[in-house]
């Protein structure tokens, strides 16, 4: 039973349904940023983010700051590429647009691979694009939160390090760590930013970065000092070194409840194989799948290689748009998420499956979901009279 | 009586200790970002940040992002001053020598006016540095964590306004806020930058802006794009505005619990009139600095104008540090700061009286602190020796 007040069933691509524990913690007591006991949880925090990504390289870092996902973008953006270098950002659905706005910002030139719409850049055409100029990072949205396409980041990856080896590999995370497999020594990647809201399963407020030996080396070596402050790893290394070494350290008041609910669902995540954890996001990604398809529905993304396992952005029948599904869904106490991708927001609803949803079969999250989607299409479709 | 787990009494310069209410409201239940009950609670908490500037000018806009107050210097250095652009910057602390690195970061020249340790700058040397050349934009802080110094911001904005009418007013007033008196509009500022954690008595996790109907102008105005993509005032402008007028909006996910807990906190705030708030402060400081005065101990800020009332920075009796006298208080259940000021830290501690521990006498907190000090000290000199 959960202690939490009786509230409709979150599954949007993130905010995600947390568990109790995690929002207990959430109320933690007023602390110092510098005690030895909010040390000690920062430290494990940051050590644990290590094991998220499966990494064991000492040279990689963590880091968890104040902050939106989109955050992780200006640390990137202002860090590990300078004015007038080039970026490829590749495209499969709004972030990429967003990721490619923030890079110019701070000066950097980006080009896109644009994909059409629930589709993604193909391994010939990067390999391509890479080939014809010098990249100084490549950015690659693992599960785009817009159109629930799920990018192939170690076989990029491959592709990068075969054709141009320098370029630093930087995965846009946010709606995969915690639910994508994700093997950040193994494959090589560079940077993998998220935030705590999704498959975290940690309340939003917190942006989480991993960077590896390679990144910090391209930190290092800046011929000009990062362009923003408060995304400056310059200012954050120290302080996310320190903590992890047990010593308190100063640079900005770290979010000291967000921090242990951090703690507390990193906790439970990490105590069991994240192998485990992708095969139960993948196993309930493919039941929503297949009733998607059992109730005549296409998913924007048509090839399966290419299908997110913790959301399902999924096209309504014609003639109907998400406010006549979303308050169906509702009324059954579960809530989607409409449209994002700007071209075609009024014909689509996104199903997020991720985290205490999926890992708590008690909670019966999925199959209450599915049920009610099949009964508000129904009625909508009556409703306006579309078959 | 608190339903807080038991915990030494947290009286640092933030975060401070929180009321149940508003931890209570940090373990909110999941909720969509752009569902309409979380922006009702978005926009009426936007509505009172209005209150607590004491500010009823339409023309002036609240901000809350989530992040720490560090980033409110992004935003003002990103947004109100360009490139080559010249701010001056008052110097009452640690703090100033931060905000100047934060401007230089984005390209502004940063003129330091540095008064000595526990002083402010003087309004003649203030009119002064105006008279020399021309500034976009001044900063104070309105009171300096690291030293407990006061800066009269009213009269400073009145010098200014009087010289160099069109240099922007940048109040840094993480400390300040909720604690000494602000009248946004009467005293014709231009930015107030703050955070959750102190006065405001809600967790870390939240930068909280307020800019005025000239600042706005003056970002509309800009020859060049903002230089910040996560603190972007064209970013988050239409965001803040929306969600204030019951629309939800997107730029990146808000931190939806801190804004719950930000709501409550400010709903107890504004419910009095903030006048009988910064007169509850000024009475509990001065029974705090004639403790202090009667213990035979010195401020930081021998001045009392340039006194702060929400904390007291205390050179410790010659031949201690902070490490003798902590330990002592922590052992009596209650934790003040030790120095930050890098020329003299080891030299001085911090006791920060703000928010419930000042506004619910039941708490007993500050007579408890006053009480703990007198006897950890005299523990300290016993033990070193000392007079």
């Given at each position: 039973?959960?202690?939490?007040?009786?509230?409709?069933?979150?599954?949007?691509?993130?905010?995600?349904?947390?568990?109790?524990?995690?929002?207990?913690?959430?109320?933690?007591?007023?602390?110092?940023?510098?005690?030895?006991?909010?040390?000690?949880v920062?430290?494990?925090?940051?050590?644990?983010?290590?094991?998220?990504?499966?990494?064991?390289?000492?040279?990689?870092?963590?880091?968890?700051?104040?902050?939106?996902?989109?955050?992780?973008?200006?640390?990137?953006?202002?860090?590990?590429?300078?004015?007038?270098?080039?970026?490829?950002?590749?495209?499969?659905?709004?972030?990429?647009?967003?990721?490619?706005?923030?890079?110019?910002?701070?000066?950097?030139?980006?080009?896109?691979?644009?994909?059409?719409?629930?589709?993604?850049?193909?391994?010939?055409?990067?390999?391509?694009?890479?080939?014809?100029?010098?990249y100084k990072l490549i950015t690659i949205t693992h599960v785009d939160t817009s159109t629930g396409v799920l990018s192939d980041i170690k076989r990029v990856t491959e592709v990068v390090r075969r054709v141009s080896p320098d370029t630093l590999v930087v995965v846009d995370g946010v709606c995969s760590v915690g639910c994508e497999e994700i093997a950040f020594d193994e494959w090589d990647l560079d940077v993998v930013l998220t935030a705590s809201q999704k498959a975290i399963g940690?309340?939003?407020?917190?942006?989480?970065?991993?960077?590896?030996?390679?990144?910090?080396?391209?930190?290092?070596?800046?011929?000009?000092?990062p362009s923003s402050y408060f995304a400056s790893i310059a200012n954050w290394m120290p302080v996310m070194q320190n903590y992890e070494n047990n010593k308190p350290s100063y640079f900005a008041t770290p979010?000291?409840?967000?921090?242990?609910?951090?703690?507390?669902?990193?906790?439970?995540?990490?105590?069991?194989?994240?192998?485990?954890?992708?095969?139960?996001?993948?196993?309930?990604?493919?039941?929503?799948?297949?009733?998607?398809?059992?109730?005549?529905?296409?998913?924007?993304?048509?090839?399966?290689?290419?299908q997110a396992h913790a959301m399902t952005a999924i096209y309504l029948p014609d003639g109907l748009t998400p406010a006549d599904v979303l308050p169906g869904l509702l009324k059954r106490g579960v809530i989607f998420a409409a449209g994002l991708h700007k071209e075609i927001a009024t014909r689509y609803i996104r199903f997020g499956h991720m985290g205490v949803s999926v890992t708590d079969p008690a909670r019966n999250d999925i199959d209450k979901a599915i049920a009610a989607l099949k009964e508000a299409l129904t009625e909508a479709k009556q409703a306006k009279l579309v078959n």
């Amino acid at each position: 039973m959960s202690s939490q007040a009786p509230h409709s069933t979150l599954l949007i691509p993130g905010p995600i349904e947390f568990d109790d524990a995690v929002l207990q913690s959430m109320s933690h007591f007023a602390e110092s940023h510098v005690s030895p006991a909010f040390v000690k949880v920062f430290g494990e925090t940051l050590t644990m983010v290590r094991k998220l990504f499966q990494s064991t390289n000492p040279s990689a870092q963590p880091f968890v700051i104040a902050g939106s996902g989109t955050l992780g973008w200006d640390v990137v953006a202002s860090n590990l590429i300078e004015r007038g270098e080039n970026a490829l950002v590749l495209h499969s659905g709004y972030f990429a647009d967003s990721f490619a706005a923030c890079l110019e910002t701070y000066g950097a030139h980006a080009t896109q691979l644009k994909a059409p719409i629930g589709d993604r850049p193909s391994l010939e055409q990067i390999e391509q694009a890479l080939k014809e100029k010098p990249y100084k990072l490549i950015t690659i949205t693992h599960v785009d939160t817009s159109t629930g396409v799920l990018s192939d980041i170690k076989r990029v990856t491959e592709v990068v390090r075969r054709v141009s080896p320098d370029t630093l590999v930087v995965v846009d995370g946010v709606c995969s760590v915690g639910c994508e497999e994700i093997a950040f020594d193994e494959w090589d990647l560079d940077v993998v930013l998220t935030a705590s809201q999704k498959a975290i399963g940690c309340p939003p407020g917190l942006s989480i970065l991993m960077l590896s030996g390679r990144a910090i080396d391209r930190f290092r070596s800046r011929k000009t000092p990062p362009s923003s402050y408060f995304a400056s790893i310059a200012n954050w290394m120290p302080v996310m070194q320190n903590y992890e070494n047990n010593k308190p350290s100063y640079f900005a008041t770290p979010p000291t409840q967000l921090v242990h609910a951090l703690h507390t669902s990193l906790s439970q995540i990490t105590a069991r194989p994240m192998a485990e954890r992708f095969a139960i996001h993948a196993k309930n990604s493919d039941r929503v799948k297949a009733a998607v398809a059992e109730l005549g529905l296409r998913q924007l993304a048509p090839q399966p290689e290419s299908q997110a396992h913790a959301m399902t952005a999924i096209y309504l029948p014609d003639g109907l748009t998400p406010a006549d599904v979303l308050p169906g869904l509702l009324k059954r106490g579960v809530i989607f998420a409409a449209g994002l991708h700007k071209e075609i927001a009024t014909r689509y609803i996104r199903f997020g499956h991720m985290g205490v949803s999926v890992t708590d079969p008690a909670r019966n999250d999925i199959d209450k979901a599915i049920a009610a989607l099949k009964e508000a299409l129904t009625e909508a479709k009556q409703a306006k009279l579309v078959n």
